[in-house]
C-alpha cells in the first residue's frame, strides 16, 4: 500500500532512540514481569484518565473478562452493550457465561442510542458496556444515571478512546470501571498486546490485581481461583515512552480529520457525526456511503488503504446464533455495517497524500 490505513513505521521512526533506549534498559534490567515499568505505566494512565487506580493486564479482551468476572457477572446474568464494536465487547460477556444483550446505535455518532437503553433493563441485567466507538465518547454520565437507578455496573469500553473527553472529562475516568487496549493499532498502541483497567475503586483495583496473578496476594498463597495476564515490563515500558505523545497525536488526527470533515462536506455522502459536547480522538475516521464499493474499488486502483469497520454487526454474528437475533433487529447499526468506510487520517499523513485522497473521492462523485 502507497498510503496506509495506519502508518506505524512512519511514527516509530519519529520516536526511534527514545523506544529503543527504552527496551534496553528493560533488557539490562533483566525483569519482565510485574515489574517497575508495569507499575509506573499504571501510575501514569491513572493521572492520564484522572482514576484513582490503573491495573495493568495482558489486552484489552482481558481487560474486560477480568472486570466483568471481578464485578462477579456469570451465568443466568444479562449485560447490555452495542452490536456496532469489535467483537471483544460482546464476547466477553459470554466468556464469563453471561449472555450480551443489544441496543441500536445513534444514527449520527454511532454509539448506542441511550435513549432506546433503559427498555432493556430486565431483572437479570447486571451491567452496562458501552463503546466510545472510533474515539468519540459517549455521555457516561447518563449511562451512569440510569444505571443507578437499577443498581448496575456501568464499564466504558474505552479501547478506542484514550484521550477522547466528554464535557471535560477523559474516557474511561465516569464509569464504575473502563477498559483498554493498547492493541499496536490503537491511539496507544504497544509492539505487541498490552491492555489496562482504570477504576476509582479501590477495592475493584485489588480485585483485579489478584485475578490477573492467579488469585494470588503473596505469591504461591491463592486466595481464589485467579488467571495469568500481565503486562510486560518491555510493553509496559514501550507504552511509557508513547504515552508521553499521545496528546500530540491525537491533536495530529484531529487536525486530519477537520481537513477531511472540510473539504468532502460538499459530497453526497455521511462525515463522521460529531457530538458537540466531546471531544474525539479519531481512532478512525469513517465516512458513510451508498457507493463504498466504487470507492474501494478506487482505492484500491490508487493503491491506498481503506477498511470496513465493521462488516457484520455482532449480533448477526455466526457465534451468536443462539442469540436469536435476525436481519432487522437493529436497523441503524445493520445500515451502518453496509455503509461505514474508514479512510486514512494519522498523524504523519502528508498534506499531499491526504489532498491526493480527497481528489480520489471527488472523482468518485464527480464520475
Ligand atoms: C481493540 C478492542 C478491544 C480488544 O482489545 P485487545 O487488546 O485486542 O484484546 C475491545 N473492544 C474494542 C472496542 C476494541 O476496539
Redesign the pocket.
Known sequence: MRIPLLDLKAQYLTIKEEINQAIMNVLDSSVYILGPQMKALEKEIAAFCGTEEAVAVA??????VLTLKAFGIGPGDEVITTPF??F??AETIAMVGATPVFVDIDPVTLNMDLDLLEKKITSRTKAIIP?H?FGQMLDVERVMEIAARHDLKVIE?S??AIGAEYRGKKAGSLGHAA?F???PT?NLGAYG???MIVTNDKHLAAELRMLRFHGCQVKYYHDKVGYNSRLDELQAAILRVKLGYLNQWNEGRRAKAAVYDKELAHLPLTLPGKDPAGIPIY?LYVLRSDRREELMEAFKQADIACAIYYPVPLHLQKAFHDLGYKEGSFPITEKACQQALAIPCYPELSRAEQEEIIRLIEGVYRG
Open positions: 489486552n484489552g479482551t482481558d481487560a474486560l464494536t469489535f471483544a465487547s463503546v466507538i469500553d479501547a478506542q477498559t487496549s493498547f492493541f490503537k498486546d498490552a491492555g481512532h
